[in-house]
């Protein structure tokens, strides 16, 4: 069984606990319930593949997408995520983005 997965989810996962939020493409050891409740939302990790999964990442409204890049917590998969992206909206904002941290 996988221990590891990671949140696909556009916006934080709140664990119900005083841990911090689950941050989109973080890794992490869901409960039995998170896995129940949020299985469409987890991609399994094998223990020597630790890269980002778009698989789940079209699901999410094109608009909560682009947020998700602009924001800057998947500065790491802007490849991966404008590879599998279908919105020009979404690819816009990957591109600027990449502006963005050419400029830093």
Do not use: K, Q
Not at 11 to 35: C, K, N, Q
Not at 56 to 71: I, T
């Amino acid at each position: 069984m996988v221990d590891r997965y990671r949140w696909s989810g556009i916006r934080p996962h709140a664990r119900g606990d005083d841990s911090d939020p689950i941050e989109p493409g973080e890794v992490f050891e869901p409960t039995e319930a998170e896995l129940a409740a949020f299985d469409d939302l987890m991609v399994p990790v094998e223990e020597d593949n630790d890269d980002f999964s778009t698989n789940g990442w079209l699901e999410n409204d094109y608009g909560d997408r682009a947020d998700a890049v602009l924001e800057g917590g998947l500065d790491d998969y802007l490849d991966e995520i404008e590879e599998v992206e279908t919105s020009e909206t979404v690819i816009d904002a990957v591109e600027e983005r990449r502006e963005e941290l050419e400029e830093a």
